[in-house]
Each structure stands twice: as structure tokens, then as C-alpha cells.
């Protein structure tokens, strides 16, 4: 039987595993490729352990607005219905392969919230 998320440590295996998988998928590659380089990976996961400490155990840790960079990044890679599709499928199944219980559920259910809000945001960008 798997655990559930208990800490940073178990965010950082989670996110770091999300990422190999999105730096792999031919879909999703190009949005990433800064992070081919292992120092700005780096940096970044410690980003998203801050995020999703903050989400699943209210850490406090994570100030900036997540949105932000997402909806100035879209003017340059448009971001279209496949990729949050993409995004939350392997986010997903990165939870499921190492995790299970009410962190796990967590993380899954607050990632879609998350990415529908995100959507809606891109797509008032782009009737304006
Ligand atoms: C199609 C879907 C998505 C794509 C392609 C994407 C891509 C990216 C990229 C390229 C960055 C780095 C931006 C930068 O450093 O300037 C980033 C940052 C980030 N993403 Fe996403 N993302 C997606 C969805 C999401 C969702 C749904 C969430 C939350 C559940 C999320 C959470 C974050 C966070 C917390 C950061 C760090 C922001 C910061 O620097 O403070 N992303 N994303």
C-alpha cells in the first residue's frame, strides 16, 4: 500500500517525477525547456514544493501569484485545451503512481480547481 503526501520531501518526489514526465512528452516540451538545465529545474521544483506545502499544509512558504507568469508565458506559447489536458493527466498519474489518500485526493482536486481558473483567465485573454 502507497502513503500519502506527509511533506516536502514527498512534494519533491512528486514534482520532480510530474516534471520528468512533462520534459519527456513531445506535447509539452517546448514550455519547459528552460528546465533542461538541472540548476533552473532545481530552482523551480524548490518553487513548486513551496506552492503545493502552502496548498496541502497551509506552510505559509508560498507569497507570489501562481497566475501570473502562466498568463504572460501564453502570449508567447498559447496555451490550448490539449495542454492543460496533457498537464493534469500526468500531474495525475504522478500522484497515483506514488501516493494515495486525502493529500493525494488533495493535490489532484485542487490541480484541476486550479488549471479550470487558469483556463478561464487564458481564454478571457484571448476574447479581449
Ligand atoms: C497547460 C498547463 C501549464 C503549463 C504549460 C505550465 C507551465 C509553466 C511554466 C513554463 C512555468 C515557469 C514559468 C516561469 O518561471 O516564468 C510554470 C510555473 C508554475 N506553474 Fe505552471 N503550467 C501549467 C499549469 C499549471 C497549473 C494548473 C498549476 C497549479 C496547479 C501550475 C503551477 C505553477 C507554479 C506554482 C509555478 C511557479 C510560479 C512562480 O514562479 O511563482 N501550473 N508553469
Known amino acids: ?14 514534482v520532480k517525477t510530474f516534471y520528468v514526465k512533462l520534459l519527456n512528452d513531445d506535447l509539452m516540451r517546448h514550455f519547459f525547456i528552460d528546465f533542461t538545465n538541472p540548476e533552473h529545474l532545481e530552482i523551480h ?5 513551496d506552492f503545493w506545502d502552502n496548498i496541502l499544509f497551509y506552510s505559509g ?13 501564453h ?13 493534469l ?12 489518500g486525502e493529500n493525494a ?3 489532484k482536486s485542487r490541480a ?10 487564458i481564454s478571457e485573454l484571448n476574447n479581449e
Open 112 to 121: 484541476q480547481s486550479i488549471a479550470t481558473v487558469m483556463e478561464i483567465k
Open 89 to 100: 493527466s500526468m500531474f495525475s498519474e504522478s500522484v497515483d503512481e506514488l501516493f494515495q
Open 61 to 73: 512558504g508560498y507569497r507570489k501569484n501562481a497566475m501570473a507568469p502562466h498568463l504572460k508565458l
Open 105 to 107: 485526493h488533495a493535490a
Open 75 to 87: 502570449q508567447e506559447k498559447p496555451f490550448k485545451k490539449e495542454h492543460f489536458k496533457s498537464w
Open 45 to 49: 521544483l524548490q518553487t513548486l514544493v
Open 1 to 14: 500500500m502507497k502513503n500519502d503526501i506527509e511533506n516536502r520531501e514527498d512534494i519533491y518526489l512528486l
